[in-house]
């Protein structure tokens, strides 16, 4: 299940939708789907407090990817003096 909710953040006047949403789950007919929803309904408001409690911010590590190879280009692409193939130093 995946539930939408639009933020705003008034001091900024920002807002943002931001998703929601629980691991798949095989619902049979003899589930009781009060009992599927009211798990629904709890992991949802706990990941929501949980994104309020943290200041609406994501902070993600970039790890950038370093170059350790040349590679000369087929004839074909050089001769059109269109990319630039820079030789790297590693």
Do not use: W
């Not at 705003?8 to 789907?33: G, P």
Request: with cysteine; charged share 25%; hydrophobic share 40%.
């Amino acid at each position: 299940m995946e539930l939408f909710g639009r933020y705003i953040l008034q001091t900024q006047e920002i807002v943002d939708n931001k998703s929601f949403n629980t691991a798949n789950k095989v619902i049979d007919s003899a589930a009781d789907l009060n009992d599927v929803f009211y798990v629904f309904v709890d992991l949802m408001t706990t990941q929501m407090s949980e994104f309020q409690e943290r200041d609406s911010v994501n902070v993600n590590k970039f790890c950038g990817f370093g170059g350790s190879s040349y590679i000369k280009l087929p004839y074909f692409i050089e001769k059109k003096k269109a990319v630039v193939n820079v030789h790297n130093q590693e």
